[in-house]
């Protein structure tokens, strides 16, 4: 728009120019002025709001309730002089400019309103046109408290960032700090430029690896790229030369405003002390070496650890291909065995020589025994530790078969001819039930009801072949 204005004051405002409005109808200047803010009133010139139209917030505030009131008698102390000056300000000038108002609701409760006050043009009456403001003064409260934390925050930081260059300054310790894309030297303190043996600021912007001779400066960017790769904080460092003299680098990786940085730690060779390993990083090796396979799982037999010869064993790549699997899938017959060996380990504390058979991740079956022991909740979560052994059942020899499967194949012999092949065939049916049923019961240890899953029957079906046979030393209460 050409001459375009921008009116910060009411009296300043862009009248209509072609008069194309001419005189109002009543109805249409109402509706024109109750539009136009969420509270309109027509104030007589004693003060008193003689009409009043709002918006159907304003109602629910109990605006209704200002009629025949003095004005300045409804709004707060602070706002008092501001309600005379609208009014007399309206009646001299015409219009007024837009003040802010705290109104006092009918329950006092303060409503911060702006108004504008216009002279009505008969018998000193002022029309003031007022909005609601309460939620531009929440969203300035708002910002007001934001910037406020803000600052508190940027205090903070301004205080960790000159106690952090005050330790990095004052630190005996050499530390140097590089940039892990350019692998430069960004920083140095005064100790690590003492060590190098340089001037003060002068390794900064060189290459990390330039700090040190030529026989080291692989060394030193392979310490980097191994801390840039590597998942765990750094243990020991790398033995470097610099200027001729030995000294001892550890890296690790931070980030920092989007940008990945290596602190990277220089001692004096002399001055690091040999670490001597503790008693568990021995148990740990001793287990990991050791010729049986060792699994440590966790109360429900997940697998939380083993070690090489289990790797080799179940023919596994890796351990992690092993650990958070269930011990039911490397047994043999997975749920019933899992669940004699942990109940009896966990009924007894241990076990020795539980026989079965382990199954690779090949799909072979290896038999084993397993001697394990349970740990209780006292230092920590309850788990199993097992170790496990292969071992080769020796093949039976020819001609020298069990002496009770060898006299019952005799017999059986013996039959053929004088009997029908019915009758045989029944004989041998309970001649491989009984072979069956006895192998069962030494496997579960004489565990019944074991035996009967193992077998898939019934604790009944399995009693009435104990009776059958004369087997288990049944009583007649067993029946």
């Not at 400019?97 to 006092?108: A, G, K, T």
């Not at 020991?236 to 003299?245: H, I, P, T, W, Y």
Request: proline share 4%; aromatic share 4%; glycine share 6%.
């Amino acid at each position: 728009m050409p001459n375009a204005q921008v009116f910060t004051d009411v009296s300043e405002h862009l009248p209509f120019r072609r008069g194309l409005l001419g005189a109002l109808d009543t109805d249409i200047a109402e509706t024109v002025l109750a539009a136009s803010g969420d509270v309109t009133m027509v104030i007589d010139s004693e003060g008193r709001i003689r009409d009043i139209a709002a918006s159907a917030d304003m109602a629910r505030e109990g605006a209704d309730r200002w009629l025949d009131q003095r004005w300045s008698d409804i709004v707060s102390d602070d706002s008092r002089h501001k309600v005379d000056e609208l009014l007399r300000d309206a009646l001299s000038k015409g219009r007024t400019r837009w003040r802010e108002i705290n109104q006092i609701s009918p329950d006092n409760d303060p409503i911060s309103i702006r108004y504008v006050a216009v002279d009505a043009g008969r018998d000193g009456h002022v029309i003031a046109i007022g909005r609601d403001d309460r939620a531009s003064a929440a969203m300035q409260q708002r910002l007001l408290e934001a910037q406020q934390v803000m600052e508190r925050d940027y205090a903070k930081l301004r205080d960790v960032e000159f106690r952090y260059r005050l330790l990095f300054q004052m630190s005996g310790e050499a530390v140097i700090i590089v940039d892990a894309s350019t692998r430069r030297i960004v920083e140095a303190n005064p100790a690590a430029e003492r060590l190098l043996g340089v001037a003060h600021g002068s390794p900064l912007g060189d290459t990390f690896a330039r700090a040190f001779d030529d026989a080291s400066q692989d060394a030193a960017a392979l310490l980097l790229t191994e801390a840039q790769t590597s998942n765990r904080p750094p243990t020991a460092g790398v033995s470097l030369k610099c200027d001729g003299r030995d000294v001892v680098a550890t890296a690790s990786i931070f980030r920092q405003e989007r940008t990945t940085q290596f602190l990277v730690r220089l001692v004096p060779a002399g001055a690091v002390p040999t670490p001597e390993p503790d008693a568990d990083s021995r148990l740990r090796e001793v287990l990991e070496r050791m010729p049986d396979a060792f699994v440590m799982t966790d109360a429900d037999a997940r697998i939380l650890t083993v070690n090489s010869a289990f790797l080799d064993l179940a023919r596994i790549a890796s351990s992690a291909q092993a650990e958070g699997q269930l011990l039911n899938s490397f047994l043999g017959r997975a749920g019933l065995e899992r669940d004699i060996l942990i109940d009896n380990i966990r009924a007894h504390g241990s076990i020795r020589n539980f026989t079965t058979t382990l199954r690779t991740q090949l799909g072979e079956l290896e038999d084993v025994e397993i001697s394990g022991v349970y740990v209780g909740a006292d230092n920590g979560p309850p788990c199993y530790g097992l170790t496990i052994r292969g071992v080769r059942r020796p093949n039976p020899t020819p001609g020298l078969p069990r002496a009770g499967l060898s006299r019952s194949v005799e017999q059986l012999s013996e039959l053929v001819g004088r009997v029908t092949l019915k009758e045989l065939v029944r004989e041998s049916t309970d001649l491989v039930e009984r072979l069956c049923i006895e192998a069962a019961l030494e496997l579960t240890r004489n565990n019944r009801a074991s035996a009967a899953e193992i077998l898939g029957l019934s604790r009944q079906g399995l009693y009435s072949k104990l009776h059958k046979f004369g087997l288990g030393n049944l009583s007649s209460d067993d029946s």
